[in-house]
């Protein structure tokens, strides 16, 4: 269902449509006034402002620049786009999230008119997708993009970055995952050498794109909707025609900005069940030239969730019992109690599973819901092993004593790779999920059923002492120093590589308080 407009002052017959749109701060500024205040304009340069959900969309008919600390720790704003360019500039700490940036939810920032932006203008912003500033030329002093994690960073005519483009400013200090768009002219720009913040963000294992054409690709035409979850759609196109090769696509849902996706085929996730929605996309290439919108298509998701039980190797509820629900594996049980449809960790308590529950595959998943007691303290939460060889994968809260870090290991021989974040409070009822396969040799975590990130593995070597399947603890449960204290509920174990999709199905499912089977 789509949101209702509230009109909070009306379309003038000049200005016939808004040019300014700000996610998620409806409550914070629900009129001309606050809107004038936060942005230091004048109220009347405002000619129309509206309230659409949670969002709102306003007409500005003057050139600003974005102040300083504007929506700096706002954990509310969700994007804000200025279609028209009104704002020329993007003062210090404006968008940052310095002090909180776990509780970030900005996915979004296109500035098509500033020119400037000033020291850590969208620093720690942990869930920023893309920044969009096509006619920037200065990056100001230091620290614009630290800590972003996935982001795409487009800046196509900027030519000064940081102090100096000899010096290194940090102005990507801790960012990962993420790719810059940016002139060419930065490879050399530094004596022959790359600019040394660019180098220092390809270190990281960042992507540099160096733009050399603008040719955008044709649009996809042929757009439609493939499997129906409840909680995502699936969508099919051909791939269209392009100059150069297309990167990825954006898909919009109900004309708003979703996330991306990198081929047909994929599912867009985060869908509420039994909803009609209007889904598009946008090709966009390796240079960042964006197609026009594709066709449109409509579907509803399902009514209810579409969970693929018939893969479920073992399933245990942990309602009254470590019992398996699929088929004879069950838990032997020490310590644990039970209370409000949750087995009760107490520090000393854990739940041995039979040594040859996931033997012989060659792609597992598993998911839970957990609570730990305290966010300081180190828990092994579910650790597997598999005799055949499979490397033992072993899930953390707190690993390494990092509060609401949630980590996952799989060892492999000699090597043993890692996904970790920080981004949950693991005091909070969480949905963990994992996958991992030897046919793509990746390894994935999520969280609340949404994708953290993957990790190379092997089937090299010994998967070193111990046999045991275990929640609650580490390996060799009774002499383990991590028990969990805490609770844990359906915990199931899949002979198959679940999709991004099921995963995010199976979280939702078990987080409105369901047993899968």
């Known amino acids: 269902m789509r949101s209702q407009r509230r009109l909070v002052s009306p379309l003038s017959a000049v200005n016939l449509s808004p040019n300014t749109f700000i996610g998620g701060v409806a409550s914070a500024i629900p009129n001309k006034a606050s809107l004038a205040a936060k942005l230091a304009i004048a109220e009347s340069s405002i000619y129309y402002l509206g309230i659409v959900g949670n969002d709102i969309e306003a007409g500005i008919n003057v050139n600003y ?32 999230m310095q002090s909180i940036p776990t509780s970030s939810k900005l996915k979004e920032v296109v500035l098509p008119g500033a020119t400037i932006a000033e020291r850590h203008a969208f620093s720690y912003n942990k869930a920023l997708q893309k ?90 035409n042929n757009l439609s909707i493939g499997t129906k979850y409840a909680t995502a759609l699936q969508i099919n196109f051909t791939p269209p025609s392009s100059l150069n090769a ?15 996706i990198s081929a047909s085929g994929v599912y867009i996730t985060g869908l509420n069940p039994d909803t009609p ?4 996309i946008k ?67 854990y739940i041995v599973l039979p040594a040859d529950l996931i033997a012989n595959l060659t792609n597992f998943s598993y998911s839970f819901l957990a609570l730990v007691d305290d ?20 899930l953390a809260l707190n690993s390494g004593g990092v509060a609401n870090r949630i980590q996952v290991n799989m060892y492999s021989g000699t090597v043993e790779p890692f996904i970790n974040t920080t981004s949950y409070d693991v005091k909070n009822l969480i949905h963990i999920g994992v996958r991992a396969s030897l046919v793509t040799n990746l390894m994935s975590l999520f969280v609340n059923g949404n994708p953290i990130g993957s990790a190379a593995i092997t089937s090299l070597g010994q998967i070193g002492s111990g046999n045991n399947n275990v929640l609650g603890a580490n390996r060799n449960a009774a002499t383990s120093s991590n028990k969990m204290k805490g609770k844990m509920r359906g915990v199931s174990i899949w002979n198959t590589a679940l999709t991004d999709a099921e995963h995010y199905e199976i979280a939702s499912k078990q987080l409105s308080g369901q047993q899968l089977i």
């Open 277 to 280: 929605y209007i889904i598009t």
């Open 283 to 349: 090709a966009v290439d390796i240079y960042y030239n964006k197609s026009e919108f594709s066709n449109s298509v409509s579907d509803a998701t399902s009514a209810t969730y579409v969970i693929p039980t018939g893969n479920i190797a073992s399933y245990y509820k942990l309602e009254g019992n470590a019992l398996d629900s699929i088929g004879t594996k069950n838990g032997t049980v020490t310590g644990v109690t039970y209370s409000n449809g949750y087995a009760i960790f107490n520090g000393s308590s």
């Open 131 to 220: 920044v969009e500033l096509d006619v920037l030329t200065t990056l100001n002093k230091d620290r614009h993009f630290i800590l972003l994690s996935g982001c795409k960073i487009y800046i196509p005519q900027c030519t000064t970055i940081g102090n100096s483009n000899s010096i290194f400013d940090a102005v990507f200090s801790g960012s990962i995952g993420s790719v810059l768009y940016c002139d060419p002219a930065f490879a050399t720009i530094n004596s022959g050498s790359e600019e040394p913040d660019i180098a220092y963000f390809r270190s990281n294992g960042n992507a540099i794109n160096y733009i050399t054409n603008f040719t955008a690709p044709n649009a996809v």
């Open 246 to 260: 297309i990167d990825f696509y954006e898909c919009y849902v109900n004309g708003v900005y979703k996330n991306n």
């Open 375 to 394: 966010n300081a303290a180190e828990y092994r939460i579910f650790v597997l092993n598999n005799n055949t060889g499979m490397p033992y994968t072993r």
């Open 65 to 96: 620049a974005i102040p300083n600390f504007c929506f700096y720790n706002d954990v509310a704003i969700t994007k804000f786009l200025d279609k028209e360019g009104k704002a020329n500039s993007i003062g210090e700490f404006a968008f940052s």
